[in-house]
């Protein structure tokens, strides 16, 4: 059997895929993206000091914050519940030594790299286009640079970072992955531009 028939190939979920010309804003995947799930107690000591003398930096405890520090960036899930972001060559390693580090203290760490597809937007009218696909308010004043939250977005589970004013990252599973990119492409088209409601300019 040739080389490459037997060596696994790895395949983005929109590698064959590009946004066409004429969007209101930019959006491509985020390729390089390692990612870790990682469950404990904020409360238990011993947890959160080895996760830090493996990562760097104290996990997030406010609801729907993000911490970075180098190329580690961790956004807060739930109480209990951590994503552990990392170039994606690192993530099998970084598993491992958290692993290690939590052996004997109640922890789970599992690398989900596979799972998600990460959607990188940038633009200046995301806030009100991205509207069009959930009821959460992009437009509150805690929608600022650092905000995380999982909500539905064209109707499918997903999870929405901000990154700066005009820069958004958003997971979806990767099953779900064409049907997001097809519903962005309808959306971020002229003929389906959205302005909130005040006066117009003239067409």
């Given at each position: 059997m040739?080389?490459?028939?037997?060596t696994p190939h790895f395949e983005t979920a929109l590698a064959r895929r590009a946004a066409p010309a004429g969007l209101g804003f930019a959006v491509r995947e985020m390729t390089d993206r390692g990612m870790i799930d990682l469950r404990g107690l904020a409360s238990d000591r011993k947890f959160m000091t080895?996760?830090?003398?493996?990562?760097g930096t104290d996990l997030p405890k406010?609801?729907?914050?993000a911490v970075a520090w180098g190329d580690i960036k961790v956004l807060w899930l739930s109480p209990d519940q951590w994503l552990v972001l990392c170039p994606r060559a690192r993530a099998v390693a970084l598993a491992a030594e958290l692993t290690a580090a939590l052996a004997g203290i109640h922890s789970q760490v599992t690398n989900v790299s596979d799972m998600r597809t990460v959607l990188r937007l940038e633009g200046a009218n995301?806030?009100?286009t991205l509207a069009k696909g959930t009821s959460t308010d992009l437009h509150a004043a805690e929608v600022k640079p650092g905000f995380v939250k999982r909500l539905k977005f064209a109707e499918v589970g997903a999870l929405i970072n901000i990154v700066e004013d005009q820069i958004f990252e958003l997971y979806v599973f990767r099953s779900q992955a064409d049907y997001v990119w097809d519903f962005l492409i309808a959306i971020g088209g002229s003929a389906a531009e959205l302005h909130l409601f005040g006066k117009q300019s003239p067409a």
């Amino acid at each position: 059997m040739s080389d490459i028939l037997s060596t696994p190939h790895f395949e983005t979920a929109l590698a064959r895929r590009a946004a066409p010309a004429g969007l209101g804003f930019a959006v491509r995947e985020m390729t390089d993206r390692g990612m870790i799930d990682l469950r404990g107690l904020a409360s238990d000591r011993k947890f959160m000091t080895a996760v830090k003398g493996v990562l760097g930096t104290d996990l997030p405890k406010a609801p729907r914050s993000a911490v970075a520090w180098g190329d580690i960036k961790v956004l807060w899930l739930s109480p209990d519940q951590w994503l552990v972001l990392c170039p994606r060559a690192r993530a099998v390693a970084l598993a491992a030594e958290l692993t290690a580090a939590l052996a004997g203290i109640h922890s789970q760490v599992t690398n989900v790299s596979d799972m998600r597809t990460v959607l990188r937007l940038e633009g200046a009218n995301l806030r009100t286009t991205l509207a069009k696909g959930t009821s959460t308010d992009l437009h509150a004043a805690e929608v600022k640079p650092g905000f995380v939250k999982r909500l539905k977005f064209a109707e499918v589970g997903a999870l929405i970072n901000i990154v700066e004013d005009q820069i958004f990252e958003l997971y979806v599973f990767r099953s779900q992955a064409d049907y997001v990119w097809d519903f962005l492409i309808a959306i971020g088209g002229s003929a389906a531009e959205l302005h909130l409601f005040g006066k117009q300019s003239p067409a």
